[in-house]
DNA sequence: CCCAATTATTTTAAGTATAAAATATTTCCT
DNA sequence: AGGAAATATTTTATACTTAAAATAATTGGG
Protein backbone atom coordinates (compact mmCIF):
# COMPACT_ATOMS: atom_id res chain seq x y z
CA UNK A 1 0.00 0.00 0.00
CA UNK A 2 3.22 2.33 0.47
CA UNK A 3 1.70 4.92 2.64
CA UNK A 4 5.19 6.31 3.20
CA UNK A 5 4.08 8.01 6.88
CA UNK A 6 3.08 4.99 8.59
CA UNK A 7 4.49 1.94 9.91
CA UNK A 8 1.59 0.13 10.85
CA UNK A 9 0.59 -2.21 8.13
CA UNK A 10 -2.75 -1.71 6.94
CA UNK A 11 -4.70 -4.71 7.17
CA UNK A 12 -3.89 -4.43 11.07
CA UNK A 13 -5.98 -1.06 10.95
CA UNK A 14 -9.80 -0.17 11.78
CA UNK A 15 -11.89 1.22 9.39
CA UNK A 16 -11.73 4.68 11.13
CA UNK A 17 -7.77 4.87 10.86
CA UNK A 18 -8.12 3.76 7.37
CA UNK A 19 -10.68 6.35 6.70
CA UNK A 20 -8.84 9.16 8.45
CA UNK A 21 -5.49 8.05 6.00
CA UNK A 22 -7.31 8.31 3.43
CA UNK A 23 -8.46 11.87 3.89
CA UNK A 24 -5.77 13.62 2.77
CA UNK A 25 -5.62 11.89 -0.44
CA UNK A 26 -9.46 12.47 -1.06
CA UNK A 27 -8.91 16.12 0.51
CA UNK A 28 -6.04 16.85 -2.68
CA UNK A 29 -8.03 14.72 -5.55
CA UNK A 30 -11.24 17.28 -4.83
CA UNK A 31 -9.56 19.85 -5.05
CA UNK A 32 -7.42 19.29 -8.14
CA UNK A 33 -11.03 18.73 -8.98
CA UNK A 34 -12.82 21.36 -8.12
CA UNK A 35 -9.68 24.09 -9.89
CA UNK A 36 -10.09 22.14 -13.03
CA UNK A 37 -13.89 22.15 -13.80
CA UNK A 38 -14.10 25.96 -12.24
CA UNK A 39 -11.67 26.58 -14.99
CA UNK A 40 -12.53 23.75 -17.76
CA UNK A 41 -16.23 24.82 -17.62
CA UNK A 42 -15.58 28.57 -18.10
CA UNK A 43 -12.94 28.26 -20.93
CA UNK A 44 -15.02 25.91 -22.36
CA UNK A 45 -18.18 28.71 -21.92
CA UNK A 46 -16.08 30.92 -23.52
CA UNK A 47 -15.08 29.41 -26.50
CA UNK A 48 -18.63 28.40 -27.27
CA UNK A 49 -19.82 31.81 -27.14
CA UNK A 50 -16.78 33.88 -28.89
CA UNK A 51 -15.70 31.52 -31.09
CA UNK A 52 -18.59 28.78 -31.52
CA UNK A 53 -15.74 26.32 -30.82
CA UNK A 54 -15.25 23.21 -28.82
CA UNK A 55 -12.47 22.76 -26.24
CA UNK A 56 -11.79 19.16 -27.70
CA UNK A 57 -11.47 20.85 -31.34
CA UNK A 58 -8.96 23.37 -29.82
CA UNK A 59 -6.91 21.15 -28.63
CA UNK A 60 -6.53 19.42 -32.06
CA UNK A 61 -5.51 22.61 -33.71
CA UNK A 62 -2.99 23.32 -30.93
CA UNK A 63 -1.58 20.33 -31.48
CA UNK A 64 -0.97 20.45 -35.17
CA UNK A 65 0.33 24.29 -34.97
CA UNK A 66 3.46 22.99 -33.43
CA UNK A 67 3.66 20.43 -36.61
CA UNK A 68 3.99 22.61 -39.89
CA UNK A 69 4.57 19.24 -41.02
CA UNK A 70 1.66 17.56 -40.08
CA UNK A 71 1.11 14.57 -37.76
CA UNK A 72 0.62 10.94 -37.68
CA UNK A 73 -3.10 10.98 -37.01
CA UNK A 74 -2.23 8.28 -34.54
CA UNK A 75 -0.26 10.72 -32.60
CA UNK A 76 -3.11 12.64 -31.58
CA UNK A 77 -4.85 10.36 -29.59
CA UNK A 78 -1.51 9.90 -27.29
CA UNK A 79 -0.79 13.01 -27.13
CA UNK A 80 -4.43 14.39 -26.19
CA UNK A 81 -4.70 11.46 -23.79
CA UNK A 82 -8.14 10.54 -25.60
CA UNK A 83 -9.26 7.49 -26.89
CA UNK A 84 -8.82 6.86 -30.69
CA UNK A 85 -12.34 5.99 -31.53
CA UNK A 86 -13.49 9.91 -29.86
CA UNK A 87 -11.17 11.71 -32.53
CA UNK A 88 -12.81 10.48 -35.64
CA UNK A 89 -15.78 12.97 -35.45
CA UNK A 90 -13.58 15.38 -34.39
CA UNK A 91 -11.49 14.99 -36.99
CA UNK A 92 -14.12 14.42 -39.48
CA UNK A 93 -15.37 17.52 -38.97
CA UNK A 94 -12.38 19.83 -38.31
CA UNK A 95 -11.57 18.60 -42.25
CA UNK A 96 -15.50 19.59 -43.47
CA UNK A 97 -14.53 22.85 -41.41
CA UNK A 98 -11.81 23.50 -43.58
CA UNK A 99 -9.61 23.46 -40.94
CA UNK A 100 -7.06 20.45 -41.39
CA UNK A 101 -6.09 18.35 -44.38
CA UNK A 102 -6.59 14.79 -43.93
CA UNK A 103 -4.59 12.80 -46.57
CA UNK A 104 -3.00 8.70 -46.47
CA UNK A 105 0.31 8.19 -46.60
CA UNK A 106 1.83 6.18 -49.88
CA UNK A 107 4.03 4.19 -48.09
CA UNK A 108 1.33 3.11 -45.62
CA UNK A 109 -2.37 3.24 -46.37
CA UNK A 110 -3.24 2.46 -43.08
CA UNK A 111 -2.10 5.76 -41.88
CA UNK A 112 -2.92 9.25 -42.36
CA UNK A 113 -1.58 12.67 -42.39
CA UNK A 114 -3.30 15.43 -40.66
CA UNK A 115 -2.56 18.88 -41.46
CA UNK A 116 -3.47 22.55 -40.16
CA UNK A 117 -4.67 24.59 -43.33
CA UNK A 118 -4.05 28.27 -43.51
CA UNK A 119 -7.50 28.59 -42.43
CA UNK A 120 -6.77 26.32 -39.29
CA UNK A 121 -3.74 28.76 -38.49
CA UNK A 122 -6.02 31.83 -39.31
CA UNK A 123 -8.41 30.92 -36.76
CA UNK A 124 -5.90 28.83 -34.41
CA UNK A 125 -4.15 32.10 -33.63
CA UNK A 126 -7.26 34.14 -32.92
CA UNK A 127 -7.82 31.61 -30.40
CA UNK A 128 -4.73 30.85 -28.83
CA UNK A 129 -4.87 34.52 -27.74
CA UNK A 130 -8.16 34.91 -26.41
CA UNK A 131 -7.51 31.24 -24.72
CA UNK A 132 -4.51 33.14 -23.36
CA UNK A 133 -5.63 36.31 -21.97
CA UNK A 134 -8.38 34.37 -20.30
CA UNK A 135 -6.24 32.06 -18.20
CA UNK A 136 -4.55 35.36 -17.35
CA UNK A 137 -7.77 36.87 -16.47
CA UNK A 138 -8.98 33.65 -14.21
CA UNK A 139 -5.25 33.25 -12.70
CA UNK A 140 -5.44 36.86 -11.88
CA UNK A 141 -5.76 37.07 -8.33
CA UNK A 142 -3.36 34.25 -7.56
CA UNK A 143 -0.14 35.62 -6.20
CA UNK A 144 2.53 35.79 -9.26
CA UNK A 145 5.31 34.70 -7.56
CA UNK A 146 3.49 31.31 -5.96
CA UNK A 147 3.50 30.30 -9.90
CA UNK A 148 6.27 28.65 -10.66
CA UNK A 149 6.32 26.60 -6.91
CA UNK A 150 3.07 25.40 -7.71
CA UNK A 151 3.95 24.32 -11.58
CA UNK A 152 6.69 22.45 -9.98
CA UNK A 153 4.54 20.93 -7.06
CA UNK A 154 2.27 20.03 -10.06
CA UNK A 155 4.72 18.37 -12.06
CA UNK A 156 6.14 16.07 -9.20
CA UNK A 157 2.43 14.97 -8.09
CA UNK A 158 2.03 14.09 -12.27
CA UNK A 159 5.55 12.44 -12.14
CA UNK A 160 4.29 10.55 -8.94
CA UNK A 161 0.73 9.06 -10.49
CA UNK A 162 2.79 7.75 -13.87
CA UNK A 163 5.46 6.11 -11.57
CA UNK A 164 2.55 4.27 -9.35
CA UNK A 165 0.52 3.37 -12.61
CA UNK A 166 3.30 1.87 -14.34
CA UNK A 167 4.02 -0.11 -10.75
CA UNK A 168 1.88 -2.96 -11.50
CA UNK B 1 -6.53 42.79 -17.49
CA UNK B 2 -5.33 42.53 -14.08
CA UNK B 3 -2.12 41.36 -14.85
CA UNK B 4 -0.21 42.55 -11.06
CA UNK B 5 2.99 42.00 -11.98
CA UNK B 6 3.55 44.11 -14.83
CA UNK B 7 3.35 47.66 -14.82
CA UNK B 8 2.59 48.39 -18.35
CA UNK B 9 -0.54 48.11 -20.33
CA UNK B 10 -1.12 45.32 -22.26
CA UNK B 11 -2.03 47.44 -25.79
CA UNK B 12 1.66 48.54 -25.37
CA UNK B 13 2.96 45.35 -25.46
CA UNK B 14 3.65 43.41 -28.51
CA UNK B 15 2.67 40.05 -29.71
CA UNK B 16 5.71 38.21 -28.50
CA UNK B 17 5.44 40.09 -24.90
CA UNK B 18 2.25 38.98 -24.99
CA UNK B 19 2.55 35.23 -25.43
CA UNK B 20 5.32 35.41 -23.01
CA UNK B 21 2.95 36.58 -20.47
CA UNK B 22 0.19 33.85 -20.65
CA UNK B 23 2.88 31.32 -20.62
CA UNK B 24 2.92 30.44 -16.45
CA UNK B 25 -0.92 30.56 -16.21
CA UNK B 26 -0.98 28.29 -19.52
CA UNK B 27 1.69 26.04 -17.85
CA UNK B 28 -0.21 26.27 -14.73
CA UNK B 29 -3.23 25.40 -16.46
CA UNK B 30 -2.13 22.21 -18.59
CA UNK B 31 -0.09 20.68 -15.56
CA UNK B 32 -3.39 20.94 -13.42
CA UNK B 33 -5.41 19.45 -16.48
CA UNK B 34 -2.49 16.87 -16.93
CA UNK B 35 -3.08 15.67 -13.00
CA UNK B 36 -6.48 15.54 -12.98
CA UNK B 37 -7.20 14.06 -16.22
CA UNK B 38 -4.55 11.34 -15.30
CA UNK B 39 -6.02 10.36 -11.99
CA UNK B 40 -9.77 10.72 -13.15
CA UNK B 41 -9.35 8.05 -16.04
CA UNK B 42 -7.60 5.65 -13.74
CA UNK B 43 -10.24 6.34 -11.71
CA UNK B 44 -13.07 5.80 -14.07
CA UNK B 45 -11.33 2.58 -15.48
CA UNK B 46 -11.29 0.93 -11.44
CA UNK B 47 -14.76 2.25 -11.26
CA UNK B 48 -16.09 0.15 -14.36
CA UNK B 49 -14.03 -2.80 -14.13
CA UNK B 50 -14.62 -3.84 -10.06
CA UNK B 51 -18.33 -2.32 -9.75
CA UNK B 52 -19.70 -1.88 -13.25
CA UNK B 53 -20.32 1.86 -11.84
CA UNK B 54 -19.34 5.16 -13.50
CA UNK B 55 -18.04 8.55 -11.51
CA UNK B 56 -21.24 10.67 -11.74
CA UNK B 57 -23.88 7.54 -10.09
CA UNK B 58 -20.84 7.48 -7.54
CA UNK B 59 -20.94 11.17 -6.88
CA UNK B 60 -24.53 11.27 -6.69
CA UNK B 61 -23.65 8.61 -3.93
CA UNK B 62 -21.76 10.34 -1.75
CA UNK B 63 -23.71 13.40 -1.83
CA UNK B 64 -26.59 11.62 -0.46
CA UNK B 65 -24.26 9.64 1.96
CA UNK B 66 -24.04 12.84 3.98
CA UNK B 67 -27.74 13.51 4.16
CA UNK B 68 -29.46 10.68 5.82
CA UNK B 69 -32.74 13.10 5.40
CA UNK B 70 -32.43 13.25 2.13
CA UNK B 71 -31.68 15.91 -0.44
CA UNK B 72 -33.69 18.10 -3.06
CA UNK B 73 -33.36 17.21 -6.20
CA UNK B 74 -32.01 20.67 -7.08
CA UNK B 75 -29.55 20.77 -4.59
CA UNK B 76 -27.56 18.00 -6.63
CA UNK B 77 -26.50 19.82 -9.82
CA UNK B 78 -25.26 23.00 -7.38
CA UNK B 79 -23.11 20.66 -5.10
CA UNK B 80 -21.48 18.43 -8.25
CA UNK B 81 -21.32 21.29 -10.33
CA UNK B 82 -22.96 19.84 -13.27
CA UNK B 83 -25.97 21.06 -14.98
CA UNK B 84 -29.86 20.28 -14.01
CA UNK B 85 -30.88 18.51 -17.01
CA UNK B 86 -27.69 16.06 -17.01
CA UNK B 87 -28.42 14.39 -13.54
CA UNK B 88 -31.79 13.38 -14.90
CA UNK B 89 -30.54 10.43 -16.41
CA UNK B 90 -28.25 9.74 -13.92
CA UNK B 91 -30.86 10.15 -11.17
CA UNK B 92 -33.13 8.13 -13.45
CA UNK B 93 -30.88 5.28 -13.26
CA UNK B 94 -30.11 5.17 -10.04
CA UNK B 95 -33.77 4.91 -8.93
CA UNK B 96 -34.25 2.04 -11.24
CA UNK B 97 -31.73 0.07 -9.45
CA UNK B 98 -32.88 0.60 -6.32
CA UNK B 99 -30.04 2.80 -4.89
CA UNK B 100 -32.19 5.92 -4.07
CA UNK B 101 -35.81 6.65 -3.58
CA UNK B 102 -36.98 9.94 -5.66
CA UNK B 103 -40.34 11.01 -4.05
CA UNK B 104 -42.05 14.45 -5.03
CA UNK B 105 -42.81 16.70 -1.73
CA UNK B 106 -46.22 17.76 -0.61
CA UNK B 107 -45.84 21.11 0.17
CA UNK B 108 -44.25 21.97 -3.25
CA UNK B 109 -44.97 19.04 -6.34
CA UNK B 110 -42.32 21.16 -8.27
CA UNK B 111 -39.62 19.50 -5.82
CA UNK B 112 -38.58 16.30 -5.19
CA UNK B 113 -36.99 14.73 -2.37
CA UNK B 114 -34.11 11.74 -3.39
CA UNK B 115 -32.84 9.94 -0.70
CA UNK B 116 -30.41 6.75 -0.51
CA UNK B 117 -31.56 3.45 -0.10
CA UNK B 118 -30.06 0.66 2.35
CA UNK B 119 -29.11 -1.24 -0.81
CA UNK B 120 -27.26 2.17 -1.56
CA UNK B 121 -25.65 2.91 1.42
CA UNK B 122 -24.50 -0.64 1.37
CA UNK B 123 -22.53 -0.69 -1.99
CA UNK B 124 -21.73 3.07 -1.86
CA UNK B 125 -19.58 1.79 1.48
CA UNK B 126 -17.77 -0.82 -0.59
CA UNK B 127 -16.93 1.60 -3.29
CA UNK B 128 -15.86 4.41 -0.88
CA UNK B 129 -13.24 2.42 0.65
CA UNK B 130 -12.09 1.31 -2.70
CA UNK B 131 -11.83 4.76 -3.79
CA UNK B 132 -10.00 6.01 -1.60
CA UNK B 133 -7.29 3.08 -1.43
CA UNK B 134 -7.13 3.79 -5.26
CA UNK B 135 -6.50 7.55 -4.26
CA UNK B 136 -3.50 5.85 -1.98
CA UNK B 137 -2.03 4.07 -4.17
CA UNK B 138 -2.00 6.30 -7.09
CA UNK B 139 -1.04 9.06 -4.46
CA UNK B 140 1.71 7.20 -2.54
CA UNK B 141 4.55 8.24 -4.08
CA UNK B 142 4.11 12.11 -3.27
CA UNK B 143 5.84 13.23 -0.12
CA UNK B 144 3.69 12.84 2.56
CA UNK B 145 4.84 16.26 4.13
CA UNK B 146 3.74 18.19 0.76
CA UNK B 147 -0.04 17.20 1.00
CA UNK B 148 -0.96 19.91 3.42
CA UNK B 149 0.91 22.67 1.38
CA UNK B 150 -0.25 21.82 -2.13
CA UNK B 151 -4.11 21.38 -0.51
CA UNK B 152 -3.44 24.80 0.73
CA UNK B 153 -2.09 26.09 -2.58
CA UNK B 154 -5.17 24.39 -4.56
CA UNK B 155 -7.51 26.42 -2.23
CA UNK B 156 -6.26 29.69 -2.36
CA UNK B 157 -5.76 29.02 -6.26
CA UNK B 158 -9.66 27.76 -6.11
CA UNK B 159 -10.74 31.04 -4.33
CA UNK B 160 -8.95 33.14 -6.62
CA UNK B 161 -10.62 31.52 -9.95
CA UNK B 162 -14.09 31.92 -7.94
CA UNK B 163 -13.18 35.70 -7.43
CA UNK B 164 -12.20 35.77 -11.09
CA UNK B 165 -15.62 34.24 -11.99
CA UNK B 166 -17.30 36.96 -10.05
CA UNK B 167 -15.89 40.13 -10.86
CA UNK B 168 -17.80 40.76 -14.14
C1' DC C 1 -58.93 35.98 -8.18
C1' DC C 2 -56.12 35.73 -12.14
C1' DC C 3 -52.38 35.96 -14.77
C1' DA C 4 -47.53 37.03 -15.24
C1' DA C 5 -43.15 35.98 -13.44
C1' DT C 6 -40.51 32.66 -11.07
C1' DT C 7 -38.84 28.14 -9.88
C1' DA C 8 -38.00 22.99 -10.40
C1' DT C 9 -37.41 19.63 -13.50
C1' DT C 10 -37.36 17.21 -18.00
C1' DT C 11 -36.67 17.01 -22.86
C1' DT C 12 -34.07 17.81 -26.98
C1' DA C 13 -30.18 18.35 -29.96
C1' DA C 14 -25.44 18.27 -30.52
C1' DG C 15 -21.11 16.98 -29.08
C1' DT C 16 -17.66 14.34 -26.19
C1' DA C 17 -15.97 10.06 -24.18
C1' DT C 18 -14.96 5.18 -23.62
C1' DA C 19 -14.47 0.14 -24.61
C1' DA C 20 -14.85 -3.32 -27.59
C1' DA C 21 -15.58 -5.14 -32.08
C1' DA C 22 -14.78 -4.60 -36.94
C1' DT C 23 -12.06 -3.34 -41.00
C1' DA C 24 -8.10 -2.61 -43.64
C1' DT C 25 -3.36 -2.86 -44.33
C1' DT C 26 1.25 -4.18 -43.44
C1' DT C 27 4.87 -7.02 -41.49
C1' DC C 28 6.98 -11.00 -40.19
C1' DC C 29 7.71 -15.85 -39.98
C1' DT C 30 8.46 -20.14 -42.13
C1' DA D 1 4.53 -17.05 -51.21
C1' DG D 2 1.05 -17.64 -47.70
C1' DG D 3 -1.00 -16.88 -43.56
C1' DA D 4 -0.76 -15.25 -38.75
C1' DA D 5 0.17 -11.40 -35.87
C1' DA D 6 0.50 -6.59 -35.46
C1' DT D 7 -0.91 -1.88 -36.40
C1' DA D 8 -3.97 2.15 -37.73
C1' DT D 9 -8.32 3.57 -37.94
C1' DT D 10 -13.42 3.40 -37.84
C1' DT D 11 -17.72 1.71 -36.15
C1' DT D 12 -20.93 0.54 -32.57
C1' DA D 13 -23.14 0.78 -28.25
C1' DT D 14 -23.56 3.17 -24.14
C1' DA D 15 -23.12 6.96 -21.14
C1' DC D 16 -22.05 11.78 -19.90
C1' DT D 17 -22.39 16.70 -20.77
C1' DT D 18 -24.18 21.10 -21.96
C1' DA D 19 -27.42 24.80 -23.58
C1' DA D 20 -31.71 25.90 -24.70
C1' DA D 21 -36.52 24.99 -25.08
C1' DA D 22 -40.45 22.91 -22.99
C1' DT D 23 -43.36 21.51 -19.13
C1' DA D 24 -45.35 21.88 -14.77
C1' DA D 25 -46.27 24.00 -10.44
C1' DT D 26 -46.10 27.93 -7.33
C1' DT D 27 -45.97 32.75 -5.97
C1' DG D 28 -47.02 37.54 -6.09
C1' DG D 29 -49.02 41.79 -7.82
C1' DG D 30 -52.90 44.26 -9.36
Redesign the pocket.
Known amino acids: MALAKESTPVSAKNETDQEAEYRAQTRLWLRLLACTSLIE?EL??RF?EEFDF????F?VLAQLDREPSGL????L?KR??????????????LVADGYIT?TASN???????VCMTVEGRKIFRRMAKSHGAWLAELLADFPADRFDGLIGELDELKAAVRDALQKP
Not at 54 to 57: A, C, D, Y
Not at 80 to 93: E, K
Not at 107 to 113: G, K, P
Open positions: SRRRTMPRDVLGEPLMVSAGNLTPIVDRRLDRRVQI
